[in-house]
Nanobody, 123 residues
Framework: QVRLMESGGGLVQSGGSLRLSCSTS????????MGWYRQAPGKQRELVAV???????NYADSVKGRFTISRDNAKDTVYLQMNSLKPEDTAVYYC?????????????????WGQGTQVTVSS
């Protein structure tokens, strides 16, 4: 079992910056990819950015060039630096941890989610 704890959300003006953090607790020995997703009111949850334990990253087109995901493997913590924020970035941001657990030759994928942190960008 893994628990995720997000912090860093808040209210910021358009063009401003925020940095989200997501720390983990529990058994993280099988931790693979970590990422950030967001959900705006009335919309589905969408991928923002993900990072593998090797450091490879992937971003939603809407945030490329503005957001940067990073990871401290020693602390099993993931960060999201958000610059040039826009009102359309307003959403609840969720941290995700994907684990790959091998039991003999059998692979089991596990996904854990944080409680979410609100990011509001005013125009």
């Amino acid at each position: 079992q893994v628990r995720l704890m997000e912090s860093g959300g808040g209210l910021v003006q358009s063009g401003g910056s925020l940095r989200l953090s997501c720390s983990t607790s529990g058994d993280t020995s099988c931790l693979d990819t970590m990422g950030w997703y967001r959900q705006a009111p009335g919309k589905q949850r969408e991928l923002v950015a993900v990072i593998t334990n090797g450091g490879s990253t992937n971003y939603a087109d809407s945030v490329k060039g503005r957001f940067t995901i990073s990871r401290d493997n020693a602390k099993d913590t993931v960060y999201l630096q958000m610059n040039s924020l826009k009102p359309e970035d307003t959403a609840v941001y969720y941290c995700n941890a994907h684990l790959v657990v091998w039991v003999g030759a059998l692979r089991r994928d596990e996904n854990y989610w944080g409680q979410g942190t609100q990011v509001t960008v005013s125009s």
